[in-house]
Every structure is written in structure tokens, then in C-alpha cells.
């Protein structure tokens, strides 16, 4: 296959049968990850079968799960995070998602992000433009902080929660200060999805995994969203940081997490 849009049917086949898996099995049991962070039965089964199906269908390409790691080629992968918001799935919160994402090299070029429970699908390839339930979509066109909806990614757990939560604290204090209102879903492809249909201006995640963010920067970039790195460069597979933003509100979203990080580095 030479264009990249010619993978996304075996994508969405992929991703719904996740979701269906996802509407018609319990959770199943839970195993913690680490300090309040948990996995659950229906995550490894999920991973597998898709790596499985994938594997069968295009066997040139590798695999990167979020329960299980990679396996096969690294220069062009299949990257997937089989429940995004398993804490919000566990307890019955529609707020969850299927990611899979097509990277090559360091850089996303398909996604697929399949919202079980909101009957929502939104799929891109790179120079294809984004979609959700196949309708074409677009960022919003707001430009003003004060009008601004902007979601941020979780609050760190673990042994070092502290330390790494102190941007997150200043970062959501000096938006409180300038945005109209922000929002924690719990799910980073579901923020990005929202981003890039306009119902979110801002997506921001402080501490990232290719499975957590490639299919919804994808997704986000081809609705027309600009997607850097905390330092303000184009972001990639490798960043930590992500800030998907409506173009308009660029500027003022990465000066705003400047000033969270500069004020943290003075106090510390």
C-alpha cells in the first residue's frame, strides 16, 4: 500500500472490534500498575487479539501495545492503546476510548480513536484530512483565551506524584486564570478527538506515551489543530509534552505553559 489512507479499513475494523468488546464484556479483574493505577483483564485481552489481527493482515508491520510492548519491525508500527481511560471504563464512565494509530518513523500518520460508548468513530491519514462517523471535521475557530475550553490530562500517580504534579498545578492555575473553563475527561485520545471536532480549543498533556497521544495527534494535526512540544516544536513519537491547540490560541496556550514552567523552576 502506497497511501496511507488504504490501511484505515483495517484500522476501523481493528478498533471496532475492540469496542465491541468493550460493550459486551465486563472489565473483568483488575491488577494494579503502580500507585492507583490499574489494568484489567479485558485491556491484555483486547491488546492481544489486535496485535493477532494485525499481525496476520500486514505482517511487515511491527506492534507497540500499551500492556505488552512491541514486537516486529520499529520503522513503520501499529500503535495501540487497547482501553484509554480504563479507570473511567472500570467504574462504568462513558469517558473512554480505543487508540490505534499507523506511525512511521517518528511521526503518526494514521488514527483511528473509537468512542465505544458515545457512538462516535474519528479516523485520519496523514494528507487525508480527519473525520468522525465519516463526516469531515474542523477545529474550532476560537481566538480568545477567555473563550477558550481546554482540557488537561491527568494528575500524576505513584511514587514521585508530588514533584511531578507541581507543574500540572501551576499550569491548571495560571489557565483557570485566563481560559473559560477546564476540563479533566481521563482520556487523552478523547480530549484530542474532541479538539479536533471543535468542541475542545485546547488538549494538553504533560506526561505522554506514543500509545496515549499518536492517534489523536494525528487526528488533531488533519482537522487543522497545531500539535507541539512543550518547547514549542513540532510535536513527534518522541515528545513527553503535548499542546494541541486550535491555531488561533497557539501563541497564548504555549505562553501560558511557559509561564506555569517558569514559575515552578523559580520556587524550585
Avoid at 475492540?18 to 491488577?31: C, H, I, S, T, V
Wanted: proline fraction near 3%; charged fraction near 20%.
Amino acid at each position: 500500500m502506497s497511501d496511507y489512507s488504504d490501511y484505515l479499513p483495517l484500522a476501523v475494523e481493528a478498533t471496532r472490534r475492540a469496542a465491541n468488546a468493550m460493550q459486551r464484556q465486563a472489565p473483568g479483574a483488575l491488577a494494579s500498575k503502580g500507585d492507583r493505577d490499574v489494568v484489567s483483564e479485558l485491556d491484555y485481552a483486547i491488546e492481544r487479539n489486535l496485535r493477532e489481527f494485525l499481525k496476520a493482515e500486514t505482517p511487515e508491520i511491527g506492534f507497540l501495545g500499551e500492556e505488552e510492548g512491541s514486537s516486529g519491525s520499529t520503522s513503520k508500527r501499529w500503535v495501540l492503546d487497547p482501553i484509554d481511560g480504563t479507570s473511567n471504563f472500570v467504574r462504568g464512565l462513558p469517558l473512554c476510548a480505543v487508540s490505534l494509530a499507523l506511525v512511521h518513523g517518528d511521526e503518526a500518520v494514521l488514527g483511528v480513536i473509537e468512542l465505544p460508548f458515545l457512538s462516535a468513530t474519528y479516523t485520519a491519514a496523514k494528507g487525508a484530512g480527519a473525520h468522525a462517523n465519516g463526516q469531515p471535521i474542523t477545529v474550532s475557530s476560537t481566538t480568545r483565551m477567555s473563550q477558550a475550553l481546554v482540557a488537561i490530562g491527568d494528575y500524576a500517580v505513584g511514587l514521585d506524584a508530588e514533584a511531578r504534579n507541581r507543574l500540572r498545578l501551576a499550569l491548571t492555575g495560571q489557565l483557570a486564570a485566563e481560559v473559560q473553563r477546564i476540563r479533566m475527561t481521563g482520556s487523552a485520545a478523547l480530549d484530542l478527538a474532541w479538539l479536533a471536532e471543535g468542541r475542545l480549543d485546547a488538549a494538553l498533556t504533560l506526561s505522554n506515551h506514543p500509545w496515549d497521544m499518536a492517534a489523536g495527534v494525528i487526528i488533531a494535526r488533519e482537522a487543522g489543530a497545531t500539535v507541539i512540544d512543550g518547547n514549542g516544536a513540532r510535536h513527534d513519537i518522541a515528545s513527553t509534552t503535548t499542546l494541541a491547540v486550535t491555531p488561533g490560541l497557539a501563541g497564548s496556550i504555549l505562553a501560558a505553559y511557559r509561564k506555569a514552567v517558569a514559575r515552578e523552576t523559580e520556587k524550585h
